[in-house]
């Protein structure tokens, strides 16, 4: 997942750069409001994180931007600003979610998983690239319109490197985020899921590297 921080203290910047990057996140950064909305405009983000208060243009004016360029990617906004009324205009303009100074970066992580979870199913229930279809409600897989039959880990590990597509996740994460508290497996299970994937829906959907893991690019 690639993300964008705006925002112009240091101390925050560094922090949640170094934060969201330990968790596998992709991280992209600007410390001045018109170098944030020249990214925004350029790249595209799953998630971009807006501080409030920015030199050079204002997290509100930026998030105007964004809503006048029709582009869908989810909004958190920080602000040091703790009025309701504030918060009530962040919202009305099209913020998704917003966090208040002082914050710990759980919250913050969680929030943005959170938003990007809803933006992903978000319409639709459906998940669709190649010529496979992955019916989120269900759990189907189907490609070229045949029924894929996935046992439910094969099934979680395709949604999670879906989640995460077009960046290399490690085997570590892939533990942590599919089999979370369970006993220790053994590591040589994510191999045989990747080639039962591979032998499935696709041979080259996923793609792996040694040393960095595993991702399949959209
Ligand atoms: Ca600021």
Redo the contacts with the bound molecule.
């Keep these: 997942m690639k993300i964008l921080i705006v925002?112009?203290?240091k101390d925050i910047l560094s922090f949640l750069k170094r934060g969201f990057e330990e968790e596998g996140y992709v991280v992209d950064t600007a410390d001045n409001g018109q170098d944030g909305e020249y990214k925004i405009a350029l790249n595209h983000y799953d998630i971009i994180i807006l501080?409030w208060?920015?030199p050079e243009k204002s997290g509100i004016e930026i998030l105007k931007c964004i809503i006048k360029m029709e582009i869908k990617t989810p909004v958190v906004l920080l602000t040091a600003k703790d009025e309701v009324k504030d918060k009530v205009e962040a919202l009305k303009i099209g913020a998704d979610d917003y966090v208040t100074k002082p914050f710990s970066f759980e919250e913050l992580e969680a929030r943005v998983e959170s938003l990007y979870r809803r933006s992903i199913s978000k319409g639709s229930n459906t998940i669709e690239f190649q010529d496979i279809i992955i019916d989120i409600p269900s759990k189907q897989v189907t490609k070229a319109g045949s029924i894929v039959e996935l046992l439910a880990k094969e099934y979680e590990l395709l949604l999670f490197l879906i989640k995460n597509k077009n960046c290399f996740v490690s085997v570590n994460k892939i533990y942590d985020a599919i089999w979370g508290d369970e006993e220790f497996i053994n590591s040589n299970v994510i191999q045989v899921i990747i080639y039962r994937l591979r032998k499935k829906p696709g041979k080259d959907l996923v793609k792996s590297s040694r040393g960095l893991g595993y991702k399949i690019e959209l």
């Design positions: 925002e112009d203290e501080d208060m920015l």
